[in-house]
């Protein structure tokens, strides 16, 4: 096989130490959000998103409490050009068909024939190029503000608003604004909103219709979603040119 996998559904939040693979990893996020933290920054891996990480690349994660991971592991030589720094990977409809299939046991069980679906996937990342969806904060993230992105993350939602979290987290919604500008460089409702164009555009990819996302999003109508969405695509489009 091109790749091994481990479907890892979190129950309570998980964290691992810092470490390195021989091999490259990928990892896509099914439902919830994984934190992986390098000596430097720390990123928040989004649900729809597939993130690239090269060998021996120093790094540390955790996940979210009740998130849906796909691990992989390959030293294929092929897969090597995606480069030499953690990033986002963008994705194509055939990628996305097979992680579902993964997550839902739907692969056959035929050696040949899951030998023939893990070709067709390394086909596909080797022709992608990295997204600008990645989310990373500057230093590791304060504990304070992780029941905040695993509520935002597990269901996203438009009109979740920081000061329900501010008991939980022992911090005031000040204190928490703060430091998700301190972090991120932008406020809690910018986090917000990127956390909700992620999941939109996982929708999207899955064939639900505008008015679906829209309503499972929290938005008052059609029309605030449909400008919200395309602003945030024209943003990460610049972003990425």
């Known amino acids: 096989m091109l790749f091994s996998h481990t479907l890892q559904i979190v129950g309570a939040q998980e964290k691992a130490p810092f470490h390195c693979h021989n091999s490259a990893q990928l990892v896509y996020v099914h439902i919830g959000c994984q934190v992986i933290y390098t000596r430097t920054n720390s990123i928040l891996a989004l649900a729809g998103q597939l993130i690239w990480l090269p060998p021996n690349v120093e790094h540390k994660a955790e996940g979210l409490k009740h998130s849906t991971l796909s691990?992989?592991?390959?030293?294929?030589?092929?897969?090597?050009?995606?480069?030499?720094?953690?990033?986002?990977?963008?994705?194509?409809?055939?990628?996305?068909?097979?992680?579902?299939?993964?997550?839902?046991?739907?692969?056959?069980?035929?050696?040949?024939?899951?030998?023939h679906y893990d070709w067709v996937l390394k086909d596909q990342i080797a022709r992608t190029s990295p997204s600008a969806s990645m989310m990373a904060s500057k230093g590791e993230l304060d504990r304070r503000l992780l029941p905040v992105i695993n509520a935002l993350t597990k269901v996203p939602n438009i009109k979740i608003q920081l000061d329900e979290y501010a008991e939980t987290c022992g911090a005031s919604t000040r204190t928490l604004n703060r430091l998700f500008k301190q972090h991120f460089q932008c406020s809690f409702r910018d986090v917000r909103s990127r956390v909700v164009m992620e999941k939109a555009k996982q929708l999207q990819r899955d064939g639900q219709k505008a008015t679906q996302i829209a309503f499972e999003l929290g938005y008052a109508s059609l029309s605030a979603y449909s400008a919200a969405f395309h602003a945030y695509r024209r943003t990460t489009d610049e972003t990425l040119a």
Not at 79 to 91: F, H, P, Y
């Open 71 to 115: 691990l992989m592991y390959s030293t294929d030589a092929d897969m090597m050009n995606l480069g030499d720094s953690i990033c986002s990977l963008e994705l194509t409809p055939l990628i996305i068909q097979i992680m579902s299939m993964k997550k839902n046991g739907l692969l056959p069980h035929d050696s040949q024939a899951q030998l």
